[in-house]
């Protein structure tokens, strides 16, 4: 078993940066594909951001492209979320999740094959 923690999250206004990290244990972190999704309340879970094992291949959705990056330190067991020029629309609970498999872009994006997933970090962007 797969335990994710999430940190990072806060209160930021909007043009600010926060950078979240998501803590894995239990597995071989190397092993798993990691994502961030977020929620916005009233919405429906979105894709941010995917990065493969070795960090070689990365994707971002267009709302996020160009103003977050997503890393991984697998010697630390850790994934980041680094969010620059952060917008209202940004505000959501966050979520990281862990996937054995690499399909595609498509179909990592849909969340409907990851193995675990954190409990969420809130992040809130202020106008």
């Known amino acids: 078993q797969v335990q994710l923690v999430e940190s990072g999250g806060g209160l930021v206004q909007a043009g600010g940066s926060l950078r979240l990290s998501c803590a894995a244990s239990?597995?071989?972190?190397?092993?798993?594909?990691m994502a961030w999704f977020r929620q916005a309340p009233g919405k429906e879970r979105e894709f941010a951001a995917v990065i493969s094992r070795t960090g070689g291949v990365t994707y971002y959705a267009d709302s996020v492209k160009g103003r977050f990056t997503i890393s991984r330190d697998n010697a630390k067991n850790t994934v980041y979320l680094q969010m620059n020029s952060l917008k209202p629309e940004d505000t959501a609970v966050y979520y990281c999740?862990?996937?054995?498999?690499?399909?595609?872009?498509?179909?990592?994006?849909?969340?409907?094959?990851?193995?675990?997933w954190g409990q969420g970090t809130q992040v809130t962007v202020s106008s």
């Open positions: 239990g597995r071989t972190f190397s092993n798993f594909n």
């Open positions: 999740a862990a996937d054995r498999s690499w399909g595609t872009v498509a179909t990592m994006a849909t969340g409907s094959t990851y193995d675990y």
